[in-house]
């Protein structure tokens, strides 16, 4: 298979779960991130040229190792995201947004007065403006709380992105040196044998 069409098609797709939406990261991200590893790690292979560690093949580690930790991004996202809301200031500021968002839809008159109207059409599904209300602010909470952590995660990915990408290469470069070494001494094994 073609290296560069695989990593082309895997960033494709990376760029296209990454920004194809506001809100938080999903599970679901997640599971299309894994899928991308294992389809890179299935496919992908090393350089076997015996070029050794030359300027071309290190851009090619670089660029599997990029588009590799660009996809671990799309696993690490909703831990990290689940991490932020939990246990950071920035969590805490996005659930006070959440709050005060619902609260303000709860208590706008000129909601309250569509709560009416859309119950009195029927079109809300519930008995009585005040559960209309209450559901249309426990949307805005949801929304408000997604896009404001999603936002947060994202502006932290780029850390472990880098270590990601920095290990990853770490690791191909050390597998093409050691192959580049292995060879020459099994190449000069396989000639005292063959004497």
Known sequence: MDRAALLGT??????????????????LGAAAGIALLVVLGAFFRLPAERQGLAPGVLGELAAVSVVAA????LVIAPVLQAFLAAATDAGRTCRASAAVAAGALESDAA???????AVSKG???????TDALSRAAQDERRTVMG??????????LWAP???VAAVGYTCAWWLVRRRHVREPQ???ARARTSR
Do not use: M, Y
């Not at 896009?147 to 932290?156: E, H, L, N, Y």
């Open 186 to 188: 099994s190449e000069a």
């Open 10 to 27: 895997a960033l494709a797709a990376v760029v296209a779960l990454s920004f194809s939406g506001e809100g938080e990261w999903d599970w």
């Open 70 to 73: 660009l996809a671990a991004t």
């Open 161 to 163: 992105a880098a270590g």
């Open 147 to 156: 896009d404001c952590i999603g936002d947060v995660t994202s502006r932290w």
């Open 123 to 129: 079109d809300a599904g519930v008995a009585n403006a």
């Open 111 to 117: 909601r309250q007065r569509g709560a009416e109207l």
